[in-house]
């Protein structure tokens, strides 16, 4: 029990000092200084990917690492910042020149199969920690694009938080034992049930009642994928046989552990925002 409440007071400081960082840049840098500073952080994710991602014998060798990881972030920053048609050719390109390293960086007596895996796994990746978190930085410079990104924090982060409670006192029938063991039925319903009393509460406070015609269903959708990509995250790091994926943030583990939900759920409140207003 002390470990338990140990954990949480770690997990909680560490919140609060993420919080109180997200305050303090989007109130003197604005916008585009939280878009800087979460583009940082969530270059990090992909670094992490490189030990969770892919299956026990098949990691990547060290230039291989590098080319991944410099194509990844050329395909970020080319989706957040500039308009879609780039964007989607910058898939094309760091897709093209990643698979070609792919062939001519491997040893020639590489197996077939174990470089079709690697083909695979490094996509995987691609959507994962470099398309998927665009969304949030294109939400976060659109039209009133803090207070969307708020909601994003919000839908995700009490989602969590209600779920952690409602699963330690009603949690009894598991979810998806073997993905991730602690997970219950309860703490899934709860999250969903934080994820749309935040929504509901923000969304009338920043954009009017009217608006939660839309929020409101695009909050639980996002709530739902949100824990779907805590899911996702346990599965690749019980398959690689590790418990998180970094350790930049004591009790949390590395960004993807924290961040996980952001990933699934920001392009359904990236099309929220278009639609809402």
Same mark, same amino acid.
């Given at each position: 029990m002390n470990n338990r409440y140990a954990a949480l007071q770690a997990r909680v400081v560490s919140a609060v000092i993420a919080v109180v960082a997200l305050i303090f840049t989007g109130y003197f840098a604005g916008a585009l200084g939280l878009a800087a500073l979460s583009s940082i952080v969530l270059l990090l994710g992909m670094v992490e990917y490189l030990d969770i991602g892919f299956l026990p014998g098949h990691s990547l060798p060290g230039n291989l690492r590098v080319i991944y990881v410099g194509c990844s972030v050329f395909l970020f920053l080319a989706l957040s910042f500039l308009g879609l048609n780039e964007g989607f050719t910058a898939f094309g390109l760091a897709t093209v020149i990643y698979l070609s390293a792919v062939l001519w960086v491997l040893n020639r007596s590489t197996p077939i199969l174990l470089i079709r895996s690697l083909f695979f796994s490094s996509l995987v990746g691609f959507v994962y920690?470099?398309?998927?978190?665009?969304?949030?930085?294109?939400?976060?410079? !659109?039209?009133?694009?803090?207070?969307? #990104? /708020? =909601? $994003?924090?919000? @839908? @995700? #982060? &009490?989602?969590?938080?209600?779920?952690? #409670? &409602? !699963? =330690?006192?009603? !949690?009894?029938?598991?979810?998806?034992?073997? /993905?991730?063991?602690?997970?219950? /039925?309860?703490?899934? @319903?709860?999250? $969903?049930?934080?994820s749309v009393l935040s929504a509901g509460i923000l969304g009338a406070w920043f954009f009017g009642s009217p608006s939660l015609v839309v929020i409101l269903p695009g909050a639980a959708v996002a709530g739902f994928l949100a824990q779907s990509g805590d899911l996702f995250e346990s599965l690749l790091k019980r398959t690689c046989g590790v418990k998180d994926s970094g350790k930049i943030m004591p009790g949390h583990g590395g960004v993807l552990d924290r961040l996980d939900g952001i990933y699934f759920a920001a392009p359904v409140i990236y099309l929220v925002s278009k639609w809402a207003l």
């Open positions: 920690t470099a398309i998927l978190p665009s969304f949030a930085i294109r939400t976060l410079l !659109g039209g009133n694009g803090i207070k969307w #990104f /708020v =909601l $994003l924090l919000a @839908v @995700v #982060f &009490a989602g969590d938080t209600a779920a952690y #409670f &409602a !699963g =330690l006192k009603f !949690g009894k029938q598991k979810l998806m034992p073997e /993905v991730s063991p602690k997970k219950t /039925v309860a703490g899934a @319903v709860g999250g $969903l049930a934080g």
